[in-house]
């Protein structure tokens, strides 16, 4: 869920501004998993970008602070948060974790990297959530470590319904600077997009995996 509104539509306005999303109903992009989409997102463009990184990350201090304190520590799922994470955890002068999809297959083969103690209360960093497969594989990691996982905080998220359901049945709080509800509706109101073109946006989000251009 959003926190706040405004803030919601300043970060897509500027996720669409340096390119971080891109809209093309006409020339759908195709996902690794094979999905073909019409929108496709890679917000580590932000850290190309001082003063929008340094909105971000503000934004994510000020809103981690509001709803939960500070933490102990911040942690950030590799690989795509792990920049926005550390700026997160400078700019809060926490101690910063991340966390690997898995375990490294050599050395000591952690999965975590960086000092955590167990009870430690952390808040996770993500850039995008999709599934939420791979956020959620980074919160079980961390739990099973011993943490005490107060919440996540993401970019941006594509509210499917599967990664709802995901974060309910874990139990865990998501909260993004934006959704795709808002990004499209800004889009719309900064004619980057028109009123068709944003039908077929709002209708692939209702079944991406068969949706057809």
């Avoid at 970060?11 to 989409?37: C, D, M, N, R, V």
């Avoid at 974790?97 to 975590?112: C, L, S, T």
């Avoid at 139990?171 to 808002?182: A, G, K, R």
Wanted: with cysteine; charged share 25%.
């Amino acid at each position: 869920m959003i926190l706040n509104k405004e803030t919601a539509k300043k970060t897509a306005e500027l996720l669409l501004q340096i390119k971080a999303i891109k809209l093309e109903p006409q020339q759908p992009f195709t996902w690794a998993s094979g999905w073909k989409s019409p929108i496709y997102c890679d917000n580590r463009i932000i850290l190309s970008y001082p003063m929008i990184r340094n909105y971000v990350r503000e934004n994510f201090a000020r809103q981690i602070e509001e709803k939960y304190g500070k933490p102990d520590v911040i942690a950030a799922v590799a690989t795509g948060a792990i920049g926005i994470g550390m700026l997160v955890a400078e700019y809060l002068s926490l101690p910063f974790a991340y966390v690997r999809p898995e375990p490294k297959g050599h050395g000591r083969q952690n999965q975590i990297e960086g000092n955590l103690e167990e009870g430690q209360t952390v808040v996770v960093i993500e850039d995008l959530v999709s599934t939420g497969n791979s956020s959620l594989n980074a919160v079980k990691a961390l739990k099973e470590a011993g943490a005490n996982v107060k919440g996540m905080f993401a970019i941006f998220t594509y509210g499917f319904d599967t990664s709802v359901k995901n974060f309910e049945h874990l139990e865990i709080e998501l909260h993004t600077l934006s959704d795709y509800e808002n990004l499209i509706e800004t889009a719309q109101n900064t004619n980057y997009i028109n009123t068709e073109e944003a039908v077929v946006l709002r209708k692939w989000r209702e079944d991406p995996a068969n949706w057809k251009s």
